[in-house]
Each structure stands twice: as structure tokens, then as C-alpha cells.
């Protein structure tokens, strides 16, 4: 595909004219720069004055397209506006551990999950560590029967409707539970054997490995890995090169409160502890408003040991720079735990309470999840442009800016803009799902006029540059303006 030099926007931007706004002839350089990205593709571009609102750049402002994990940034915005004490330690949300007696046996062990996103296994782990629960075990039990993982503080709703099959085997569509451990991915590393044979594999033995890889004399490394929901069986096909370093590929898990508890078993066999029982669940099954099954269940006693994690706000901010699937998912349900069960449904309903305060029509929005990997969010451009305003004015503003990735700089917007005008002048949430495109958020304009923006493509055909022409079509507007 043909795409606009940057010369000629350099220019325009450098020229310090300033055409008066709303800019016909503006608009009309954009659509001739989408038309280029070739037919079939859908473009949504709402460009506004960030002071009044005054829209610069309208094309189809109320089309409806896949935003994507552009979903993330209303997710986080509801967040903010809902979640208290953000910048404090987060006492609601840490993992924690309960010996519970079995009636002259050794007890049980139970590991409970509250929400956190970052509880780790790490070797290196010096913050929100399973080991210092397993700590706790340690000094209280040499003896323990089963070791039980404990997500019901959320219902057993794993993936929100819309999440397409072949994604939950990956770490962008990993289990979503209540108890998260090491991001809910287990890592498969792959290293090349002696040529002519399968490559040598390390996997955790939580899963079963399939290997019909074969280590090539050289060439690029090929290697595929597939596993279907509810099996452990992975089956890893391709070749590696000999010679070559070793590659890291992440798997998702399907029962992550079962993969914490075993990875807890394994701490404690590590410190001496002798586990007589087995690793099991316990799940709360999705239940109607006002059923007593729909509230998580109250524990009679402290826990003997419970976690900390660092402020919220910390995570939002991870959240947003490099588009964390899971964090956005777990933020939903705490919404959800805000206003009732902690259901996926329950948190868009803050969602949604937040988007009717912001002013957005009900036309301009369909969420079915709070990270974008749902097929059937949808968002137009002009009900994306109206939340960012609304979100800018609030006390919370200032820091939900300063999470957004930045063109050039960081996250998922470090690559790009770079050496344009908008590096370092241009704030935003990307979006990429299938067939889709999205990014929104705040730039500064040539005459340092503050801009807000939507733009989103759908219906791109394989091979399009449709972020190419969107990206164009934004410095085109910035150097208007």
C-alpha cells in the first residue's frame, strides 16, 4: 500500500498557518489520505477542541466499531472515578492464607484471592511475594493435608462473553480469576536440540507437552503452540535453528485459582512441609442480584497471614501503558465487588452509570467486557471523544492522562510518531483485535491548541495500513490546528 510521506506534514505543521476551524478542506486531505489505505475499511475520526469541544475533524462520529483494548482507557476511567484510595496501599485486594481443621487431621491449607493482579511466584519476588505466605504455613505446620486455591470473592466468571476460543490458550486471553498468580501465564521455554531432532523444551509439569518441534541446521525459528480449553495437553509444533537462543513463549491458564494452589504446594513441600492431601478449588458459581449465592463468602476467622499489595493506581497506570488484558479484567470485577457480587455485569453497570454522568448517548457504546477483547464491545468516535473531556476535568484527571501511553516515549505507543510533531505531544490508548484499530486520547496541536481525539478503523482487510492512515490522518489534524 502507498502511504503520504511525512515531509509534506512536517512542512504544513512548520508553515505556522493556522486555517480557520472547522477546516473543510482539512477533512477532506484526511479522507483522501484513508481512501489510500485501501477499500473496505471502515474510518471513525473525531478531532475536538479539548477547551469548548468544538469538533474540527468529524467522519462518521457515530459509527459503531470494535474499540478494541482502546476499552481499557473507560475501564480505567470508571476506576478512578469509583474505586477509593487508589494511591494507597491496597488492603482490599491482597492474597491470603487460613489453616482450616479437619477434625483430628492435618489441616487444610487455603490460599484466597481478593483481586490483586500482581501476586507473584518469582524467584526474585521482593513485593507481594506467594512465598511469604508460604512462610507463614511453614511456621505454623510441618503437617498439612490438601492445599486448596479460593477465588470465591469473584463469581466463576473466567471469560466475558465475546472472547474468541482460540485466544484463552495465550496470555492475551488467560482465566480471569479472583486468584491471579504471576499474571495467570506459565512460561514454556524452547531451545534448539541437535539438529535433525525435536528442540529441548522446559515446561512446568502442571501441563503435559506434546513436543513435535525439530531443530533445524538454520533459518528463523517457526514454532506454534496450541492447547485446548479445559485440557493441560500442550502441543508445540515448528522448528528452531541450532544454535539460536532460547525462546520464551507464555501460555494462559484455565483454572488459575488451581495453578496458584499448586504452584503454593510446591513452596511448602520446598520449606519441609509434608502435603498428605491434594490441590483443590473452590469456585462460586455466577448467581442472580440478590441471591445470598451472588455475595462471596465470609470467612469465620483472620486469616493466618494476608498480603498488602502496593496502590492501585500503580497497576492502572501498568494497565494502560502496555495494554495488560488481565489487570483491566480484574479492575471490572472490583468495580463489580464496589457495587454488588463482583460479577463481570455488575461492574459495567459502574461502567455504564460513569458513561451516562460523562454525558455519552446509550447509541454511542456496548461494552461486554473491561479489556477490549470482546467481539462485541463497540464505541463511536464522538462518545469516545465526550469521556475524554469528561475524564480531563475530573479531580482524577491529571493521573489519568499521566497513564496513558505516550507517542515515542513508552508502552504500546513507544514506536510511534516517532521523529513526527507528535512525539512527546500526543497521549493515547491503542487498540488492535482482529480486523480492528483504535486510538484515543489527548495531542497537542501546531499552535499548542489542546485537541482530543477518536480514531478508529474496522473491517480492514489483511495486509491494509489502516494504523499508517490513521496516524497520518491525526498529524494532518495537529498541524491544522
Not at 475499511?41 to 478531532?47: A, N
Not at 466499531?65 to 473507560?74: D, G, I, L, N
Not at 511453614?138 to 462473553?161: L, Q, Y
Not at 512441609?273 to 473452590?282: F, I, K, L
Request: charged residues 20%.
Amino acid at each position: 500500500m502507498r502511504s503520504t510521506p511525512l515531509l509534506p506534514l512536517l512542512l504544513l505543521w512548520l508553515g505556522g498557518a493556522t486555517p480557520p476551524s472547522p477546516d473543510s478542506a482539512v477533512t477532506q486531505r484526511i479522507e483522501a489520505r484513508l481512501a489510500e489505505a485501501g477499500s473496505g475499511i471502515r474510518f471513525g475520526i473525531v478531532v475536538a477542541d479539548a477547551s469548548d469541544g468544538r469538533e474540527l475533524v468529524a467522519i462518521a462520529p457515530e459509527g459503531r466499531f470494535v474499540p478494541a483494548s482502546s476499552t481499557k482507557m473507560f475501564t480505567a476511567a470508571a476506576a478512578f472515578a469509583a474505586l477509593p484510595g487508589l494511591d494507597q496501599p491496597d488492603r482490599n485486594g491482597g492474597a491470603a492464607v487460613r489453616l482450616e481443621a479437619r477434625g483430628g487431621e492435618a489441616p487444610d491449607v487455603v490460599l484466597e484471592g481478593h483481586g490483586d493482579a500482581r501476586l507473584s511466584s518469582a524467584a526474585d519476588c521482593r513485593v507481594d511475594c506467594l512465598a511469604a505466605l508460604a512462610d507463614a504455613v511453614a511456621a505454623k505446620a510441618r503437617v498439612v493435608h490438601d492445599v486448596i486455591g479460593d477465588d470465591r470473592e469473584f463469581p466463576d466468571e473466567r471469560w466475558s462473553p465475546g472472547m474468541s476460543w482460540n485466544n484463552m490458550a495465550t496470555r492475551s486471553g488467560t482465566a480471569v480469576s479472583a486468584l491471579t498468580l504471576d499474571d495467570n501465564e506459565v512460561a514454556m521455554s524452547v531451545a534448539p536440540g541437535v539438529a535433525g531432532q525435536p528442540a529441548r523444551v522446559a515446561l512446568p509439569d502442571y501441563f503435559t507437552l506434546d513436543n513435535r518441534t525439530v531443530t533445524a541446521a538454520s533459518g528463523p525459528a517457526a514454532l506454534n503452540f496450541e492447547r485446548l480449553p479445559g485440557s493441560r495437553i500442550v502441543r508445540l509444533t515448528g522448528n528452531v535453528a541450532a544454535g539460536a537462543k532460547p525462546d520464551v513463549l507464555r501460555l494462559g491458564l484455565d483454572d488459575p485459582a488451581d495453578y496458584a494452589a499448586w504452584r503454593l504446594r510446591a513452596l511448602l513441600q520446598a520449606r519441609g512441609v509434608q502435603v498428605t492431601g491434594a490441590v483443590a478449588v473452590r469456585h462460586r458459581p455466577p448467581a442472580p442480584p440478590g441471591d445470598p449465592a451472588a455475595k462471596p463468602a465470609v470467612a469465620a476467622a483472620p486469616p493466618l497471614a494476608r498480603l498488602v499489595p502496593p496502590p492501585l493506581a500503580e497497576d492502572l497506570r501498568l494497565t494502560l501503558k502496555v495494554s495488560q488484558n488481565l489487570h483491566a479484567e480484574l479492575l471490572l470485577r472490583r468495580l463489580g465487588r464496589q457495587a454488588g457480587s463482583g460479577s463481570i455485569a455488575d461492574g459495567l453497570a459502574v461502567v455504564k452509570a460513569m458513561l451516562a454522568k460523562a454525558g455519552l448517548a446509550r447509541a454511542e457504546y456496548d461494552f461486554a467486557d473491561g479489556s477490549g477483547m470482546s467481539s462485541y464491545d463497540r464505541v463511536a468516535p464522538r462518545g469516545a471523544v465526550t469521556l475524554l473531556r469528561w475524564a480531563a476535568a475530573q479531580p482524577w484527571g491529571a493521573a489519568w492522562r499521566d497513564s496513558l501511553p505516550v507517542a515515542g516515549v513508552d508502552g504500546t505507543l513507544a514506536k510511534r510518531f516517532r521523529g513526527t510533531p507528535l512525539a512527546g505531544r500526543l497521549s493515547a490508548k491503542t487498540g488492535t483485535l482482529n480486523a480492528s484499530f483504535a486510538l484515543a486520547g489527548y495531542m497537542i496541536g501546531a499552535s499548542g491548541r489542546q485537541l482530543v481525539f477518536a480514531a478508529f478503523a474496522g473491517d480492514v482487510p489483511e495486509g491494509a495500513e489502516a494504523v499508517a492512515a490513521i496516524d497520518s490522518a491525526l498529524l494532518l489534524a495537529a498541524a491544522a490546528n
